[in-house]
């Protein structure tokens, strides 16, 4: 059997704080996505879950021209993840495309291809997926990102020539003003036209010894991600991101496997664990996340983690960590205070 990890989809980092700064709450796009909350701490969704939140945000933005451009420029590159880093650092702007290429291999679902010919660049968006179910905000914040990074690694106003879309978009007006070119919807392919002669221009923010040690790292990860994961470590990320919703007991996460539950206990058991464990370390690895958060109640905590008794929870926590959920907050919280602040 082969566990595919493109099933599962690294969710953009920054994007919930980006959100947030739009002045849309992620428990609302949540609640929108019909997710839940748990969907906002996840660093991997499913596709599913992954289209719906994109479609969410969409549906709560006023505006898809306002959402697509005010998202790409309100990332903040302080909270740029390292893949992110390596193109942003990058030597110029056709280095940094063909890093972002390369690296979006590591958060499907969507590829860059980039072709060169004459005066013309095209980045072409090219989907695992049916077009019909991605979001339209979707591509277009992938399209202006790619724009918004040659921008800020050059320090240039540059424009593109040429936007298409497949389907019909969002005000084109609007958009035409931010990638500072004609845009053509229902052409039956998303991509970015560049002109080629803004590929040469250097990146000011170019760092060789910042890629000399994130280069090697990414390369690792890449080939690491490329490898299918372990029946325990894809039965423990569905379970993880389950919980909340109660949908988790072997027969729920073999089916989704497409298994039958006495072949997946089988797969385990010769991976030298079993579901009840899993169930055990997702719950207790989620619980400590959720506590750290001080915004999050302890019986919120609770439900979060998949109980409805909070008496059980904290009997459980107190076999996990040998204290209180409520004692353990407190010691850890004064614990990264003192981290911060050196006392």
């Not at 306002?66 to 302080?78: D, M, N, P, Q």
């Not at 978009?169 to 609007?174: E, G, I, K």
């Not at 991600?225 to 072997?250: C, F, H, N």
Request: charged share 25%; proline share 5%.
């Amino acid at each position: 059997m082969m566990l595919h990890s493109e099933k599962y989809i690294k969710f953009p980092f920054g994007f919930w704080s980006g959100v947030q700064q739009l002045g849309i709450a992620p428990a609302e796009i949540a609640r929108q996505a019909r997710l839940p909350l748990a969907v906002t701490k996840e660093p991997k969704v499913s596709a599913a879950e992954y289209f719906a939140v994109w479609q969410a945000f969409g549906e709560l933005s006023p505006d898809i021209a306002e959402g697509i451009t005010g998202l790409v420029t309100s990332f903040e590159t302080v909270h740029y993840p390292p893949d992110v880093l390596a193109t942003y650092h990058a030597r110029d702007y056709r280095d940094a495309l063909h890093r972002m290429a390369r690296y979006k291999q590591m958060c499907p679902p969507e590829q860059l291809v980039i072709t060169e010919a004459d005066e013309e660049c095209r980045v072409e968006l090219q989907w695992q997926h049916s077009e019909s179910s991605i979001p339209q905000i979707l591509i277009g914040v992938t399209l202006a990102y790619l724009l918004e990074l040659g921008r800020r690694g050059t320090g240039q106003a540059i424009k593109a020539r040429a936007v298409e879309f497949s389907h019909p978009a969002a005000d084109v007006t609007a958009l035409e003003a931010y990638f500072g070119c004609p845009v053509q919807t229902g052409t039956g392919r998303n991509r970015l036209i560049l002109r080629r002669s803004d590929l040469d221009l250097p990146f000011t923010t170019y760092n060789e010894e910042l890629l000399a040690i994130l280069t090697p790292a990414l390369d690792r990860t890449l080939n690491e991600q490329q490898a299918s994961p372990t029946v325990a470590e894809t039965v423990k990320w569905i379970i993880r991101r389950s919980l909340m919703g109660g949908q988790y007991d072997i027969q729920a996460v073999a089916r989704e496997l497409n298994l039958s539950d006495r072949t997946l206990q089988r797969r385990l058991r010769e991976e030298g664990t079993s579901f009840k464990a899993l169930l055990t370390q997702a719950r207790h690895e989620q619980a400590r996340e959720y506590l750290a958060d001080p915004s999050l109640e302890i019986k919120e905590v609770a439900c979060l983690v998949g109980y409805e008794d909070q008496n059980s929870f904290y009997r459980a926590f107190r076999v996990w960590e040998g204290a209180t959920p409520a004692r353990w907050r407190l010691e850890h919280t004064v614990q990264q205070e003192d981290g911060v602040y050196g006392k």
